[in-house]
């Protein structure tokens, strides 16, 4: 895994009202699996002591803020309050991790995502999280457009669908074709870190 500078681990949008119950009709497909795997590589961040962000999509209970959100697929989610607006157990954000909430599909609109890269020092994102098609891939775009290097776990992601998943990979892939990475990669590349 070639990281450059000094990277961050976002993860978008592990929230309830997306994962659902998983003995229920979830969201996204396979959403525990990539849940797993985020796992895995959020305690590999913790031990190697680099920068966690957690985003959450939240909108406000008179649903003034949805904006063109609802004119596609999506029905009315993520309201505060709810308990859909909870990060899953498995991925609570500890002490001296960040928490970026957001109205909108990319972590970087009106929010201080940009900022806070800026003074934690970060030029490249390390990304996990949902949907690959939406949140994910709204994200990867904008942080390009700001200057970061993305690196998107393939395996700590997932989209409304495998095609839709897919399709918005290959679109990252267009914009940084060194963008495809893995928890395994993520995990090898910071423990020879943690043990040096």
């Given at each position: 895994?070639?990281?450059?500078?000094?990277?961050?681990?976002?993860?978008?949008?592990?929230?309830?009202?997306?994962?659902?119950?998983?003995?229920?009709?979830?969201?996204?497909?396979?959403?525990?699996?990539?849940?797993?795997?985020?796992?895995?590589?959020?305690?590999?961040?913790?031990?190697?002591?680099?920068?966690?962000?957690?985003?959450q999509?939240?909108?406000?209970?008179?649903?003034?803020?949805f904006?063109?959100?609802?004119?596609?697929?999506?029905?009315?989610?993520?309201?505060?309050?709810?308990?859909?607006?909870?990060?899953?157990?498995?991925?609570?954000?500890?002490?001296?991790?960040?928490?970026?909430?957001?109205?909108?599909?990319?972590?970087?609109?009106?929010?201080?995502?940009?900022?806070?890269?800026?003074?934690?020092?970060?030029?490249?994102?390390?990304?996990?999280g949902?949907?690959?098609?939406?949140?994910?891939h709204?994200?990867?775009?904008?942080?390009?457009?700001?200057?970061?290097?993305?690196?998107?776990?393939?395996?700590?992601?997932?989209?409304?669908?495998?095609?839709?998943?897919?399709?918005?990979?290959?679109?990252?892939?267009?914009?940084?074709?060194?963008?495809?990475?893995s928890?395994?990669?993520?995990?090898?590349?910071?423990?020879?870190?943690?043990?040096?």
């Amino acid at each position: 895994m070639n990281i450059i500078g000094n990277p961050a681990l976002l993860i978008i949008d592990a929230q309830k009202g997306f994962l659902s119950d998983p003995n229920g009709p979830a969201a996204v497909y396979d959403a525990w699996t990539a849940v797993d795997n985020i796992s895995l590589v959020l305690n590999a961040a913790r031990k190697a002591k680099i920068p966690v962000i957690h985003s959450q999509e939240m909108h406000r209970k008179q649903m003034v803020d949805f904006g063109r959100e609802l004119d596609g697929s999506e029905g009315v989610h993520c309201l505060e309050g709810t308990e859909s607006v909870e990060i899953v157990d498995e991925l609570k954000p500890i002490e001296g991790e960040y928490i970026i909430q957001k109205r909108r599909y990319s972590c970087f609109f009106a929010t201080d995502l940009n900022i806070l890269l800026k003074g934690l020092n970060v030029q490249s994102l390390l990304v996990c999280g949902f949907l690959t098609d939406v949140c994910v891939h709204y994200t990867c775009a904008d942080a390009h457009q700001h200057d970061y290097h993305v690196k998107v776990l393939y395996d700590c992601v997932r989209g409304s669908s495998l095609e839709s998943h897919e399709a918005s990979l290959k679109a990252i892939k267009y914009l940084q074709t060194s963008s495809e990475s893995s928890k395994d990669e993520f995990i090898q590349h910071f423990s020879v870190l943690t043990k040096s």
